[in-house]
């Protein structure tokens, strides 16, 4: 169970007596692609981490269009902001599998004991659910002062920074996503995103292959969010 640990990022550096510890409260189980771990809205029971593959959170308009929040890769956690919350609280979100792998999860009531006994874990925590909280702001920030380029524009820039891989071609984002997926982050229909993407294209800023956008000009895409 500690090598499980030892790739959860939080959990990597903490003494091996602690991850002892930890272990006896962790569930581990394999995961395949279209399973959903947890509806939005359904109680929430559990903080989940990706051992492997890939899971999205997703949330769902009056309407419902999906809103995609995040993706999470391996070593992440996710569906921590049900810690510490009323007696029955229910997830905010959706969480899929979009690639077979293995997930771990903690059950609230144990591991909000845990972090009482191990308060240098709660900090880790804060930090990571700080840093989304950021992230989740900044998308806003993106969408009111650069349009919906300059959204499109900052996304691809975070998605290379987060599964970016560099090539003689560019930047390869190593996470195929539909049109409708992209658009999914900041409120754009599939038929916007189509005709910024031919933009960005036109421009040689980027181009896709076998199902991958591969960024050709990183410096180019960025100066949609920052003029």
């Known amino acids: 169970m500690n090598d499980i640990l030892n790739k959860i990022t939080i959990f990597a550096h903490l003494p091996e007596k602690i991850k002892d510890q930890l272990s006896e409260i962790v569930i581990s189980k394999n995961v395949t692609k279209g399973e959903v771990l947890f509806h939005e809205a359904s109680p929430a029971e559990a903080v989940y981490f990706v051992?492997?593959?890939?899971?999205?959170?997703?949330?769902?308009?009056?309407?419902?269009?999906?809103?995609?929040?995040?993706?999470?890769?391996?070593?992440?956690?996710?569906?921590e902001v049900a810690l510490f919350k009323e007696a029955n609280c229910t997830y905010p979100a959706t969480a899929s599998v979009i690639e077979n792998g293995a997930v771990s999860l903690i059950r609230n009531e144990e591991l909000e004991l845990f972090l009482y006994q191990h308060p240098e874990l709660g900090m880790a925590i804060f930090r990571v659910m700080a840093e989304r909280l950021q992230i989740s702001q900044a998308t806003l920030r993106d969408v009111a002062l650069y349009g919906k380029l300059g959204a499109l524009a900052a996304t691809l820039v975070r998605l290379t920074e987060d599964y970016g891989e560099a090539s003689?071609?560019?930047?390869?984002?190593?996470?195929?996503?539909?049109?409708?997926?992209?658009?999914?982050?900041?409120?754009?229909?599939r038929e916007s995103v189509t005709r910024m993407m031919n933009q960005l294209k036109q421009q040689g800023i980027l181009n896709k292959h076998q199902g991958?956008?591969?960024?050709n000009d990183l410096d180019g895409l960025k100066t949609y969010i920052t003029n």
């Open 51 to 79: 051992n492997e593959g890939k899971v999205k959170i997703s949330k769902s308009t009056p309407v419902g269009k999906e809103i995609l929040l995040s993706i999470r890769q391996p070593g992440e956690m996710f569906a």
């Open 168 to 189: 003689e071609n560019g930047v390869i984002i190593k996470l195929k996503l539909t049109h409708e997926d992209l658009g999914s982050f900041f409120g754009a229909t």
């Open 212 to 215: 991958n956008i591969i960024i």
